[in-house]
Structures are given as C-alpha cells and as structure tokens.
C-alpha cells in the first residue's frame, strides 16, 4: 500500500501505512521486516523537510538491527548519507556513502560514487564530480546496463554549472 500511495504523490499516507507494518513486525518479531520497514520510512520521511531528525532515527535503528542480524546495511546507509546532505552535513553524508559503498559490488559501488558526485557537484568540487560521474557510466557500460535519465542529467548539469557548455551539450545529445 505504501508504495502505491508513493507512486500518487500520497506520501505521507505511505507512512501511515508503513508504521502500521512496523507495529505489526514489531507484534510477530520479525526483525528483519521491521529493519526493511524502518528503512523505508526513513527513505520516505526523508522527502520533508520538517520530518529529517525521524527519518534518520529510523534509519539509525534499522542499522542497529541489521548490524545485529547480519544483514547488508548499504541501502540504508545510502538513505540516511541523502537524508545528511539534504541538511548540508556534507562530510556525514560522505560516510554513508563510502560505507555503503564496502559493502557492495563494482555495481553498487558506482552508484554510490555517483551520490558522492552529486554531493562533490553541490559542494563546488566540480572535477571530482565529473570524475565520479564519469565513473558511473563507465561501470554501467561495463556491465551493459542502461544509464538512467539522472546519470546523464548529473555530468551534463556538472559541465554547465562550470561553463562547459560544449561539453555539456555532447551529452545531452548523446541522451
């Protein structure tokens, strides 16, 4: 129901229904459930401004529960570096990241190089950005994965915002 409400444009309805999945995990004991729903309702708080202090606690205590079940922490980890950099912690949010990014493959790891692009573009570090980037459509092409829209939007947005329009322009025609 919860990611029904979310393709509507419904979030906050989501949550509602994701914090009556995690009283009912909570109910059964299944830790594994409520550490999934934990993440999403911290992934899906995170989206407002005045609800970023529960999504990071949420995603804190799904931490703590996959840490203690032995489960991979990437995805919330990368949830909680977005929930960071949305509040300008920017050091914080690339600590999520480069631990999300120990526990993934070469896929993982550039999606996450590619958050930390975003996070470097934000921060004014443009040639790291680009780097990053780069890096991610590289893999992706290695892996013979299609890019999506923002792996392409981040470079091109990167030159741009350096006055790179040429180089820009290539890769939005290359789109």
């Not at 309702?41 to 990071?56: C, F, N, P």
């Not at 909680?80 to 631990?99: D, H, M, N, P, Y």
């Not at 890096?135 to 947005?157: F, G, S, T």
């Amino acid at each position: 129901m919860a990611k029904m409400c979310r393709a509507h444009g419904k979030w906050r309805t989501g949550i509602q229904y994701l914090e009556e999945s995690l009283t009912l995990a909570r109910q059964i004991g299944e830790v594994f459930l409520e550490s999934f729903t934990l993440n999403n309702i911290g992934s899906d708080k995170g989206h407002y401004v005045t609800l970023k202090g529960e999504a990071q606690q949420a995603l804190e205590q799904s931490l703590l529960i996959k840490e203690r079940i032995g489960s991979a922490k990437n995805a919330s980890l990368s949830v909680l570096g977005w929930v960071f950099l949305s509040q300008g912690k920017w050091r914080t949010a690339e600590e999520c990241f480069r631990k999300a990014m120990d526990e993934s493959n070469q896929l993982g790891q550039a999606l996450y190089r590619h958050f930390i692009g975003w996070l470097s573009m934000l921060q004014g570090k443009y040639a790291l950005a680009e780097k990053e980037f780069l890096y991610r459509l590289e893999v992706l092409k290695k892996y013979q994965r299609p890019p999506r829209l923002q792996d392409h939007i981040a470079p091109i947005l990167n030159y741009a915002l350096v006055g790179n329009i040429p180089q820009a322009r290539k890769y939005l025609e290359d789109i």
